[in-house]
T-cell receptor, first 112, second 114 residues
Framework: AQRVTQPEKLLSVFKGAPVELKCNYS??????LFWYVQYSRQRLQLLLR??SRESIKGFTADLNKGETSFHLKKPFAQEEDSAMYYC??????????????FGKGTKLSVKP | DTAVSQTPKYLVTQMGNDKSIKCEQN?????MYWYKQDSKKFLKIMFS???????INETVPNRFSPKSPDKAHLNLHINSLELGDSAVYFC?????????????FGPGTRLTVT
């Protein structure tokens, strides 16, 4: 079965510390991968996508096909990074029409 | 200018009732979605519409029926509400396939069934 795993439900770091939010996927093909973020009292929004290879708000994510991972990283966490982060690979199986499957999310808490 | 809007923002109702949640997007997108976010923040797709046609219908009870009167609207009607339906429901839209294009989410509708 195709699925995505975010093993950490909660990740707590201090301001200035490096942060890595893990995401592993199991798909038969080569999915497109996204990270979405939900800040407190705000709507879910796209943070970054694999295909664009950008760094957004200091975050980067590298696709590792060997490990089937798409971990989200930031070298120095800021308090405003505190939010819920969702890894979302897209399905490419027939009939799914590029549907996104969201991981269960990791709540990042950055302490002062 | 709100890109994706939902009404109502909060909905409290009793078991057995029928309710609707409305969603509108002014982005000119072809594809719209409904997601359910449970109390543990787990986000799961329910339906996907492309140009007013249903393209994805995940394992959702048939008490849930989406209706797309036009490309800019995707409403969610729920019959015979149950306690387990309590959740936050998010509407979203994208220019095309979700696996390629960014999804824009609405603010969510918090449904509480008592």
């Amino acid at each position: 079965a195709q699925r995505v795993t975010q093993p950490e439900k909660l990740l707590s770091v201090f301001k200035g510390a490096p942060v890595e939010l893990k995401c592993n996927y199991s798909y038969s093909g080569s999915p497109e991968l996204f990270w979405y973020v939900q800040y407190s009292r705000q709507r879910l929004q796209l943070l970054l996508r694999h295909i664009s290879r950008e760094s957004i708000k200091g975050f980067t994510a590298d696709l590792n096909k060997g490990e089937t991972s798409f971990h989200l990283k930031k070298p120095f966490a800021q308090e405003e990074d505190s939010a819920m982060y969702y890894c979302a690979p897209s399905l490419e199986s027939q009939g799914s029409q590029g549907n996104l499957i969201f991981g269960k999310g990791t709540k990042l808490s950055v302490k002062p | 200018d709100t890109a994706v809007s939902q009404t109502p923002k909060y909905l409290v109702t009793q078991m057995g009732n029928d309710k609707s949640i409305k969603c509108e997007q002014n982005l000119g997108h072809d594809t719209m979605y409904w997601y359910k976010q449970d109390s543990k923040k787990f986000l799961k797709i329910m339906f996907s519409y492309n140009n007013k046609e249903l393209i994805i219908n995940e394992t959702v009870p048939n008490r849930f029926s989406p209706k797309s009167p036009d490309k800019a609207h995707l409403n969610l009607h729920i019959n015979s509400l149950e306690l387990g339906d309590s959740a936050v429901y998010f509407c979203a839209s994208s220019r095309g396939l979700a696996g390629v294009y960014e999804q824009y989410f609405g603010p969510g509708t918090r449904l509480t069934v008592t």
